[in-house]
Protein backbone atom coordinates (compact mmCIF):
# COMPACT_ATOMS: atom_id res chain seq x y z
CA UNK A 1 0.00 0.00 0.00
CA UNK A 2 1.39 3.35 -0.94
CA UNK A 3 2.61 6.45 1.57
CA UNK A 4 -0.28 8.69 0.07
CA UNK A 5 -3.24 5.78 0.52
CA UNK A 6 -2.33 5.35 4.03
CA UNK A 7 -1.80 8.89 4.48
CA UNK A 8 -5.41 8.99 3.44
CA UNK A 9 -7.03 6.05 5.91
CA UNK A 10 -5.31 8.08 8.47
CA UNK A 11 -7.42 11.26 8.02
CA UNK A 12 -10.46 9.36 7.43
CA UNK A 13 -9.94 7.62 10.39
CA UNK A 14 -9.23 10.66 12.33
CA UNK A 15 -11.87 12.82 11.65
CA UNK A 16 -14.86 9.97 12.40
CA UNK A 17 -12.98 9.14 15.72
CA UNK A 18 -12.35 12.85 16.85
CA UNK A 19 -14.92 15.24 14.89
CA UNK A 20 -17.97 15.32 16.86
CA UNK A 21 -20.42 13.30 14.28
CA UNK A 22 -22.80 16.36 14.63
CA UNK A 23 -20.46 18.96 13.44
CA UNK A 24 -19.23 16.25 10.62
CA UNK A 25 -22.92 16.71 9.16
CA UNK A 26 -22.70 20.41 8.81
CA UNK A 27 -22.32 22.22 5.70
CA UNK A 28 -19.95 25.47 6.30
CA UNK A 29 -21.49 28.34 5.30
CA UNK A 30 -21.53 29.78 1.77
CA UNK A 31 -21.41 32.93 0.30
CA UNK A 32 -20.07 31.86 -3.45
CA UNK A 33 -18.48 34.72 -4.95
CA UNK A 34 -19.38 34.60 -8.94
CA UNK A 35 -17.85 36.79 -11.24
CA UNK A 36 -20.71 38.83 -12.05
CA UNK A 37 -20.68 42.69 -13.22
CA UNK A 38 -23.96 43.79 -10.72
CA UNK A 39 -23.44 42.08 -7.54
CA UNK A 40 -26.85 42.15 -5.50
CA UNK A 41 -26.34 39.05 -3.05
CA UNK A 42 -24.58 39.81 -0.26
CA UNK A 43 -26.73 43.09 1.65
CA UNK A 44 -23.69 45.01 1.33
CA UNK A 45 -23.78 48.94 0.38
CA UNK A 46 -22.90 50.02 -3.14
CA UNK A 47 -21.24 52.78 -2.33
CA UNK A 48 -17.92 53.25 -2.00
CA UNK A 49 -15.90 55.92 0.26
CA UNK A 50 -17.09 59.80 -0.43
CA UNK A 51 -13.20 61.23 -1.65
CA UNK A 52 -13.14 63.56 1.62
CA UNK A 53 -13.69 60.98 3.75
CA UNK A 54 -11.34 58.29 1.36
CA UNK A 55 -8.84 60.77 2.29
CA UNK A 56 -9.42 60.77 6.25
CA UNK A 57 -9.05 56.73 6.01
CA UNK A 58 -5.99 56.73 4.31
CA UNK A 59 -4.51 59.03 6.46
CA UNK A 60 -5.44 57.14 9.68
CA UNK A 61 -4.15 54.01 8.05
CA UNK A 62 -0.96 55.51 7.53
CA UNK A 63 -0.72 56.43 11.11
CA UNK A 64 -1.09 52.36 12.39
CA UNK A 65 1.74 50.48 13.49
CA UNK A 66 1.17 46.88 11.62
CA UNK A 67 3.81 45.56 13.59
CA UNK A 68 2.08 46.25 16.84
CA UNK A 69 -0.62 44.55 17.95
CA UNK A 70 -4.01 46.52 18.31
CA UNK A 71 -5.36 47.98 21.60
CA UNK A 72 -7.03 44.57 23.15
CA UNK A 73 -10.07 46.77 24.74
CA UNK A 74 -10.36 48.86 21.31
CA UNK A 75 -10.54 51.68 24.29
CA UNK A 76 -11.31 54.83 21.98
CA UNK A 77 -13.28 53.37 19.41
CA UNK A 78 -15.22 52.37 22.41
CA UNK A 79 -15.35 55.30 23.57
CA UNK A 80 -16.54 57.14 20.29
CA UNK A 81 -19.05 53.96 20.48
CA UNK A 82 -20.40 55.47 23.44
CA UNK A 83 -20.34 59.07 22.59
CA UNK A 84 -22.85 57.84 19.97
CA UNK A 85 -24.93 55.66 20.80
CA UNK A 86 -25.47 57.35 24.54
CA UNK A 87 -24.57 53.94 26.40
CA UNK A 88 -21.15 53.66 28.88
CA UNK A 89 -18.10 52.26 27.45
CA UNK A 90 -18.85 49.16 29.85
CA UNK A 91 -21.52 48.59 28.35
CA UNK A 92 -19.99 47.58 24.86
CA UNK A 93 -18.47 45.07 23.49
CA UNK A 94 -16.86 44.63 20.00
CA UNK A 95 -16.17 41.50 17.48
CA UNK A 96 -14.92 40.35 14.23
CA UNK A 97 -18.19 40.87 12.36
CA UNK A 98 -21.52 39.89 14.56
CA UNK A 99 -20.45 36.31 13.90
CA UNK A 100 -17.62 35.88 16.74
CA UNK A 101 -19.83 37.87 18.87
CA UNK A 102 -22.85 35.05 18.07
CA UNK A 103 -20.06 32.57 19.15
CA UNK A 104 -18.41 34.55 22.36
CA UNK A 105 -22.45 34.52 23.63
CA UNK A 106 -22.83 30.88 22.81
CA UNK A 107 -19.92 30.31 24.90
CA UNK A 108 -20.79 32.21 27.57
CA UNK A 109 -24.40 31.19 28.27
CA UNK A 110 -23.88 27.56 27.93
CA UNK A 111 -24.05 26.77 31.30
CA UNK A 112 -27.78 26.41 32.03
CA UNK A 113 -30.20 23.68 29.30
CA UNK A 114 -27.48 23.91 26.57
CA UNK A 115 -30.64 24.72 24.48
CA UNK A 116 -30.55 27.79 21.92
CA UNK A 117 -33.80 28.71 20.28
CA UNK A 118 -34.78 30.92 17.23
CA UNK A 119 -37.54 31.22 14.69
CA UNK A 120 -37.07 30.24 11.36
CA UNK A 121 -36.54 31.05 8.32
CA UNK A 122 -33.50 33.47 9.86
CA UNK A 123 -29.59 33.89 10.04
CA UNK A 124 -28.19 30.71 9.16
CA UNK A 125 -24.97 31.45 11.96
CA UNK A 126 -27.30 30.89 14.94
CA UNK A 127 -28.14 27.61 14.54
CA UNK A 128 -24.40 26.56 12.60
CA UNK A 129 -22.64 28.24 15.55
CA UNK A 130 -24.96 26.72 18.10
CA UNK A 131 -24.77 22.74 16.30
CA UNK A 132 -20.50 23.33 16.38
CA UNK A 133 -20.50 24.12 20.06
CA UNK A 134 -22.49 21.24 20.84
CA UNK A 135 -26.11 22.71 22.02
CA UNK A 136 -29.32 22.05 21.15
CA UNK A 137 -31.25 23.67 18.77
CA UNK A 138 -35.43 24.53 18.77
CA UNK A 139 -36.37 25.93 15.49
CA UNK A 140 -39.78 27.53 15.98
CA UNK A 141 -41.43 28.07 12.32
CA UNK A 142 -42.69 32.10 12.07
CA UNK A 143 -45.86 32.62 11.26
CA UNK A 144 -47.70 33.27 7.09
CA UNK A 145 -46.42 36.67 7.53
CA UNK A 146 -43.29 35.48 8.44
CA UNK A 147 -43.77 37.24 12.31
CA UNK A 148 -42.94 35.22 15.08
CA UNK A 149 -45.78 33.22 16.61
CA UNK A 150 -46.14 33.86 20.26
CA UNK A 151 -48.22 30.90 21.50
CA UNK A 152 -45.86 28.13 19.77
CA UNK A 153 -42.95 30.37 21.34
CA UNK A 154 -44.33 30.99 24.58
CA UNK A 155 -44.97 27.90 24.94
CA UNK A 156 -41.49 26.24 23.79
CA UNK A 157 -39.60 29.08 25.96
CA UNK A 158 -41.66 27.71 28.93
CA UNK A 159 -40.92 24.08 28.23
CA UNK A 160 -37.18 24.12 27.40
CA UNK A 161 -36.24 27.76 29.33
CA UNK A 162 -33.33 27.96 26.86
CA UNK A 163 -30.29 29.45 27.73
CA UNK A 164 -29.84 32.07 24.87
CA UNK A 165 -33.03 33.29 22.20
CA UNK A 166 -31.76 34.64 19.02
CA UNK A 167 -34.18 37.02 17.29
CA UNK A 168 -33.32 39.03 13.90
CA UNK A 169 -34.93 42.20 13.58
CA UNK A 170 -35.38 42.89 10.84
CA UNK A 171 -35.01 39.63 10.14
CA UNK A 172 -32.70 37.86 7.49
CA UNK A 173 -33.99 36.67 4.68
CA UNK A 174 -37.45 37.64 5.27
CA UNK A 175 -36.68 41.66 5.17
CA UNK A 176 -39.69 42.10 7.91
CA UNK A 177 -39.19 43.28 11.16
CA UNK A 178 -41.13 41.50 14.61
CA UNK A 179 -43.32 42.85 15.79
CA UNK A 180 -42.69 45.04 19.28
CA UNK A 181 -45.64 42.98 21.59
CA UNK A 182 -44.16 39.83 20.32
CA UNK A 183 -40.32 40.81 21.41
CA UNK A 184 -41.62 42.13 24.36
CA UNK A 185 -43.79 38.74 25.64
CA UNK A 186 -40.61 37.10 24.96
CA UNK A 187 -38.10 39.17 27.45
CA UNK A 188 -41.17 39.25 29.45
CA UNK A 189 -41.12 35.07 29.95
CA UNK A 190 -37.38 34.30 29.25
CA UNK A 191 -35.43 33.81 32.02
CA UNK A 192 -32.26 33.02 29.69
CA UNK A 193 -30.62 36.18 27.11
CA UNK A 194 -32.58 37.12 24.91
CA UNK A 195 -30.28 38.38 21.99
CA UNK A 196 -32.09 41.27 19.36
CA UNK A 197 -29.61 40.81 16.41
CA UNK A 198 -30.38 44.54 14.53
CA UNK A 199 -27.83 44.13 11.72
CA UNK A 200 -30.61 45.62 9.25
CA UNK A 201 -31.58 48.00 11.70
CA UNK A 202 -30.49 51.34 10.24
CA UNK A 203 -33.37 50.93 7.28
CA UNK A 204 -36.39 50.32 9.52
CA UNK A 205 -36.10 53.07 11.60
CA UNK A 206 -36.47 50.95 14.58
CA UNK A 207 -34.26 49.69 17.52
CA UNK A 208 -34.86 48.04 20.45
CA UNK A 209 -31.92 49.38 22.26
CA UNK A 210 -34.27 51.45 24.82
CA UNK A 211 -35.46 48.04 26.03
CA UNK A 212 -32.06 47.71 27.52
CA UNK A 213 -32.86 49.91 30.34
CA UNK A 214 -35.91 47.58 31.32
CA UNK A 215 -34.66 44.04 30.71
CA UNK A 216 -31.68 42.59 32.53
CA UNK A 217 -31.31 39.37 30.05
CA UNK A 218 -31.12 42.11 26.84
CA UNK A 219 -28.25 41.41 24.24
CA UNK A 220 -28.31 44.15 21.30
CA UNK A 221 -26.16 43.37 18.43
CA UNK A 222 -25.25 45.99 15.57
CA UNK A 223 -22.71 45.60 12.73
CA UNK A 224 -21.21 48.51 10.37
CA UNK A 225 -21.46 45.75 7.52
CA UNK A 226 -24.65 46.68 5.78
CA UNK A 227 -24.14 50.30 6.19
CA UNK A 228 -21.02 50.30 3.78
CA UNK A 229 -18.20 49.10 5.62
CA UNK A 230 -18.20 45.07 5.37
CA UNK A 231 -14.74 45.07 4.77
CA UNK A 232 -14.42 45.84 8.26
CA UNK A 233 -15.82 43.25 9.90
CA UNK A 234 -17.10 45.14 12.93
CA UNK A 235 -19.81 43.90 15.12
CA UNK A 236 -21.25 46.18 18.16
CA UNK A 237 -22.89 44.14 21.56
CA UNK A 238 -24.85 46.39 24.06
CA UNK A 239 -25.97 45.22 27.23
CA UNK A 240 -26.12 45.56 31.00
CA UNK A 241 -22.16 46.01 32.21
CA UNK A 242 -22.64 42.60 34.31
CA UNK A 243 -23.45 40.72 31.25
CA UNK A 244 -20.52 42.42 29.04
CA UNK A 245 -17.89 41.70 31.88
CA UNK A 246 -18.50 37.63 31.31
CA UNK A 247 -18.54 37.57 27.51
CA UNK A 248 -15.36 39.74 27.37
CA UNK A 249 -13.56 36.74 29.52
CA UNK A 250 -14.02 34.41 26.19
CA UNK A 251 -13.11 37.04 23.77
CA UNK A 252 -9.98 36.07 21.56
CA UNK A 253 -7.00 38.43 22.23
CA UNK A 254 -6.89 41.38 19.90
CA UNK A 255 -10.10 40.49 18.09
CA UNK A 256 -10.38 43.55 16.46
CA UNK A 257 -7.45 44.55 14.25
CA UNK A 258 -5.44 47.79 13.95
CA UNK A 259 -6.91 48.81 10.56
CA UNK A 260 -10.59 48.51 11.10
CA UNK A 261 -10.28 50.10 14.63
CA UNK A 262 -8.57 53.39 13.26
CA UNK A 263 -10.65 53.30 10.21
CA UNK A 264 -14.10 52.93 12.34
CA UNK A 265 -12.59 55.87 14.59
CA UNK A 266 -13.09 58.15 11.24
CA UNK A 267 -15.86 56.64 10.23
CA UNK A 268 -18.10 57.42 13.27
CA UNK A 269 -16.64 60.63 13.62
CA UNK A 270 -18.54 61.67 10.60
CA UNK A 271 -21.94 60.16 10.41
CA UNK A 272 -22.99 62.53 7.16
CA UNK A 273 -21.67 59.72 4.84
CA UNK A 274 -23.30 57.01 6.31
CA UNK A 275 -26.94 58.59 6.90
CA UNK A 276 -26.98 59.96 3.17
CA UNK A 277 -26.18 56.20 1.66
CA UNK A 278 -29.17 55.45 4.31
CA UNK A 279 -31.17 57.70 2.82
CA UNK A 280 -30.35 56.17 -0.96
CA UNK A 281 -30.86 52.97 -0.34
CA UNK A 282 -34.59 53.04 1.37
CA UNK A 283 -35.34 55.23 -2.00
CA UNK A 284 -34.08 53.00 -3.66
CA UNK A 285 -35.43 49.77 -2.29
CA UNK A 286 -39.09 51.36 -2.41
CA UNK A 287 -38.77 51.86 -6.33
CA UNK A 288 -37.54 48.53 -6.61
CA UNK A 289 -40.86 46.86 -4.42
CA UNK A 290 -43.15 49.00 -6.70
CA UNK A 291 -41.33 47.86 -9.88
CA UNK A 292 -41.00 43.96 -8.50
CA UNK A 293 -44.76 44.36 -7.35
CA UNK A 294 -45.84 45.20 -11.16
CA UNK A 295 -43.97 42.36 -12.75
CA UNK A 296 -46.73 39.30 -12.94
CA UNK A 297 -46.06 35.73 -11.35
CA UNK A 298 -44.13 37.24 -8.54
CA UNK A 299 -45.43 37.45 -4.79
CA UNK A 300 -42.68 40.33 -3.17
CA UNK A 301 -42.19 40.77 0.43
CA UNK A 302 -42.51 43.84 1.96
CA UNK A 303 -38.96 45.06 3.66
CA UNK A 304 -37.62 46.70 6.59
CA UNK A 305 -33.80 45.83 5.66
CA UNK A 306 -31.36 46.78 2.72
CA UNK A 307 -32.86 43.81 0.45
CA UNK A 308 -36.54 42.61 -0.91
CA UNK A 309 -37.52 39.17 -0.87
CA UNK A 310 -39.34 37.13 -3.23
CA UNK A 311 -41.23 34.30 -4.62
CA UNK A 312 -41.32 33.41 -7.90
CA UNK A 313 -42.20 29.49 -9.76
CA UNK A 314 -38.50 28.41 -11.11
CA UNK A 315 -36.54 30.33 -8.74
CA UNK A 316 -33.71 27.94 -9.19
CA UNK A 317 -33.55 28.32 -12.86
CA UNK A 318 -34.21 31.91 -13.02
CA UNK A 319 -31.41 32.43 -10.67
CA UNK A 320 -28.37 30.48 -12.69
CA UNK A 321 -30.11 32.59 -15.51
CA UNK A 322 -29.57 35.75 -14.11
CA UNK A 323 -26.18 35.11 -13.73
CA UNK A 324 -25.54 34.15 -17.53
CA UNK A 325 -26.49 37.54 -17.91
CA UNK A 326 -23.87 39.37 -15.45
CA UNK A 327 -26.23 39.39 -12.75
CA UNK A 328 -25.61 37.92 -8.78
CA UNK A 329 -28.70 37.93 -6.29
CA UNK A 330 -29.16 35.07 -3.44
CA UNK A 331 -30.91 31.69 -3.98
CA UNK A 332 -32.71 30.53 -0.78
CA UNK A 333 -34.78 28.11 -2.70
CA UNK A 334 -34.82 25.26 -0.67
CA UNK A 335 -38.04 22.25 0.43
CA UNK A 336 -40.42 23.99 2.70
CA UNK A 337 -41.00 27.84 3.32
CA UNK A 338 -38.14 29.11 1.12
CA UNK A 339 -39.40 26.64 -1.65
CA UNK A 340 -38.98 29.73 -5.01
CA UNK A 341 -37.50 32.26 -3.29
CA UNK A 342 -34.48 34.66 -4.06
CA UNK A 343 -33.36 37.91 -2.39
CA UNK A 344 -32.30 40.66 -4.41
CA UNK A 345 -30.02 43.32 -2.22
CA UNK A 346 -30.89 47.01 -2.99
CA UNK A 347 -27.55 48.70 -5.09
CA UNK A 348 -26.86 51.83 -6.93
CA UNK A 349 -29.90 52.85 -9.15
CA UNK A 350 -27.95 51.40 -12.50
CA UNK A 351 -27.20 47.83 -10.57
CA UNK A 352 -31.09 47.66 -9.37
CA UNK A 353 -32.35 48.78 -13.02
CA UNK A 354 -30.24 45.93 -14.47
CA UNK A 355 -31.68 43.50 -12.28
CA UNK A 356 -35.07 44.19 -13.29
CA UNK A 357 -33.98 44.44 -16.91
CA UNK A 358 -32.39 41.37 -16.78
CA UNK A 359 -35.26 39.52 -14.53
CA UNK A 360 -37.98 40.77 -16.80
CA UNK A 361 -36.06 39.39 -19.74
CA UNK A 362 -35.74 36.17 -18.38
CA UNK A 363 -39.30 35.44 -17.50
CA UNK A 364 -40.12 36.64 -20.66
CA UNK A 365 -37.82 33.92 -22.42
Known sequence: MSQQKTNQITEARLIESRV?????????????????????????????LSKGLETMVQNAIRKVEVNRYPDPEAKNLRNIISKVSGFSKDRILLGNGSDEL???????????????????????MYGLTGLAMGMELIELPLDEQFDIDSAVTIEAINKNNPDLIFLASPNNPTGNAFSSSKIREILDCSEGVVVIDEAYSDFSGHTFMPLLEEYDNLVILRTLSKVGFAGLRLGILYAREGLVREINKVRYPYNVNSLSQEVAEVI????????????????????????LSEIGGLDVYRSDANFIFFRVKGAGVIFNKLIKKGVLIRNFH????????????????????????????????
Open 334 to 365: SLGRLKNCLRVTIGAPHENEAFLIALRDVLSS
Open 268 to 291: LNDLEFVNENVQLILKERHRVYDR
Open 20 to 48: RKSLRELSAYSAPRLDCAVRLDGNESPFA
Open 102 to 124: IGMLITTFSGGTKKILYPTPTFS
